[in-house]
């Protein structure tokens, strides 16, 4: 079954991808720093302190998160990755974003062609409703369908 | 966003197209979070947090390169994060090959920096803010700066006003002269959300105290309480110091950008828990509380119990009194087990102007005879290393526990290992 949500959008797209969840603050550089390093292509998440997502593999994926939390480097690591293609389909919050994320959405949709989709304020209903797998569609509007 | 005509005009393109981009970035942002205009940016220096020159993160140079030729470097000065290398700094062959791999890009980020407007001085540091480094902002003065444990002493601590703006983007706001007004340049912004009440029984160790309060609260503000009595009401060089520390934690393990301590820092001293919402949450401390977040640090070593081969001190780094201050604790544990030398390779980490002013100190041989390595290096880079990284290192900073595979102990715990155990 298919369920609704509407969030605000930051930097619109649409995207139809796999949801990879994390129910806890979601470190950016902790999470992408040996992936950049290694150029892992898997772009496996490197943060041992997020046991939702400790070495999953991240690109392609709509990841369903909190905000995100920790250095201050994280707005240009997220603007990095979408420079070099390794960026999720997309970026989802339950909470309003946080500034660094919202730097990293802001710096790729004016300084590189990536193309990642943000929508925010989706609701901890969101959070608690998506599982790792299900099928995230989500529309320029701010919709999120998840099934 | 209500913008002034000078800013209308950098938007439309009168400034050239690069300039529009970079007022079209920041005006976002603000949008973003409901800011009602841009206001200038009144500090003297700005604050970059990139200092590296990292060959994956070419797409940063590259911006960095189109900002420089449309001659749009800043008037504002600043400093910058942690030089990422220093051949002092104990490493193999292959690390060393693997540092050269990494860092391409130093050389024509050094560079770029120097252009974009360096400050004198070799101004590499996270804590741009010691004396001895002289970027010290005003209380009330607003920022663009990135770097989350300066941001978080520079609001707290000193009182200036700054969010937690990202790389890139606080280059942007030094450039432009302005930044979107919302969130921490604000006095809704400051007003804390959480009540911290520590009720243990000895002063806690700064840098679990500050984990423990990010990892609750994330990016909200708490209002500390019971800490006075433990760093009094004064911000003295030893309650700046435990700020430092505690505030880098409370920055990295949650992502805190402003903390008030009850009795202490400015605006607690002078608006007291008139800071504090109503509708406050609430988080008691006690020992059992700090003891359970610390157990709970996960290690990542290949090997549990294997002996360290590395350990780390001084991230964020260290300031001119903790210098001191560790200097005699060494001497004396040595002393009392009989060894000349540290019994594991240990590095301190503080400020090229702090480590200068240092060495022309007795306490800079005294440091020297004890084995220790002094160096200016940012412990997080050395650790990205991939090499480096499987290395088993110890550390007293939450901050590199949190970034790396560096395993947490506390300063008495580290004493004890580089001075008695070895292990």
């Known amino acids: 079954m298919s369920r609704k ?22 470190n950016t550089l902790a999470s992408y720093q040996m992936a950049l390093l290694l150029n892992d292509k898997n772009v496996k998440c490197g943060d041992q302190n997020n046991p939702d997502l400790y070495k999953k593999s991240m690109i392609g994926k709509a990841l369903c998160l909190p905000e995100t939390i920790g250095s201050t480097t994280g707005g240009m690591v997220l603007y990095t990755i979408c420079s070099k293609n390794m960026q999720p389909a997309c970026l989802l919050f339950s909470k309003s974003i946080d500034s660094l994320a919202a730097s990293g959405a802001i710096l790729a949709a004016n300084w590189s062609d990536a193309k990642m989709p943000v929508i925010d304020r989706l609701g901890e209903e969101f959070l608690n409703y998506v599982e790792d797998g299900m099928s995230i569609t989500i529309e320029e509007d701010g919709t999120v369908y998840a099934e | 966003m209500v913008l002034t005509e000078e800013q209308q005009a950098m938007l439309d393109g009168k400034k050239g197209e690069t300039m529009a981009k970079i007022m079209k970035t920041l005006v976002m942002y603000g949008e973003t979070f409901d800011a009602a205009k841009m206001v200038p940016v009144t500090s003297k220096y700005g604050h970059t947090v990139i200092s590296f020159g990292l060959g994956v993160m070419k797409p940063v140079y590259a911006l960095y ?32 090959a693997v540092f050269k791999l990494m860092y391409t890009e130093q050389r024509r ?81 400051r007003k804390a959300d959480w009540v911290v009440e520590v009720r243990t029984s000895k002063k806690p160790e700064a840098q679990l105290l500050g984990s423990a309060i990010g990892m609750k609260v994330l990016a909200e503000v708490p209002y500390v309480k019971g800490l006075d009595q433990w760093l009094g009401s004064e911000l003295d060089a030893s309650a700046r110091a435990y700020l430092k520390d505690f505030g880098a934690a409370t920055a990295s393990n949650g992502s805190v950008g402003l903390y008030h301590i009850e009795n202490l820092t400015p605006e607690a001293k002078d608006f007291g828990e008139d800071l504090i919402r109503e509708d406050a949450k609430r988080y008691i401390i006690d020992d059992n509380e700090l003891a359970r977040v610390q157990n709970n640090y996960p290690c990542i070593w290949k090997n ?120």
């Not at chain 2, 050094?110 to 209380?139: D, S």
Request: charged share 25%.
């Open chain 2, 304 to 423: 549990p119990d294997a002996k360290p081969k590395l350990c780390f001190v001084g991230c964020p780094h260290l300031t001119m009194e903790q210098l001191k201050d560790w200097t005699e604790k060494v001497e004396k544990a040595l002393n009392e087990s009989g060894h000349k030398h540290v019994l594991i390779p240990t590095v301190f980490t503080s400020a090229p102007a702090v480590i200068k002013k240092f060495r022309k100190t007795e306490y800079g041989e005294r440091l020297a005879k004890t084995g220790v390595i002094l160096s200016y290096i940012c412990p997080l880079m050395y650790m990205d290393n991939p090499v480096c990284g499987k290395t088993p290192v110890i550390t007293s900073s939450n901050k590199l526990r949190t970034y790396t595979s560096a395993r947490y102990y506390t300063d008495e715990e580290i004493l004890r290992k580089i001075t008695k155990e070895g292990k």
């Open chain 2, 65 to 96: 390169d189109e900002i420089l030729s449309a001659g749009l470097a800043g008037e504002q000065k600043f400093s910058a994060d942690p030089f990422p290398t220093d051949p002092h700094v104990p490493s193999n062959i292959l690390e060393n």
């Open chain 1, 5 to 26: 949500f509407i969030g605000r959008v930051i930097t619109p797209g649409k995207a139809n991808a796999e949801a990879l969840v994390s129910h806890v603050g979601f």
């Open chain 2, 109 to 189: 980020y050094g560079k770029q920096l120097k252009e974009l407007g360096l400050m004198k001085g070799n101004a590499y540091t996270c804590a741009c803010y010691l004396p001895e480094v002289g970027n010290i902002p005003k209380r009330g003065d607003v920022l663009s700066w990135a770097e989350s444990s300066a941001v978080v002493y520079a609001n707290s601590v000193l009182g200036a006003r700054c969010n937690r703006n990202s790389g890139i983007l606080e280059m942007m706001g030094s450039i432009a002269g302005c930044v979107p007004e919302f969130g921490f340049l604000t006095d809704e912004g």
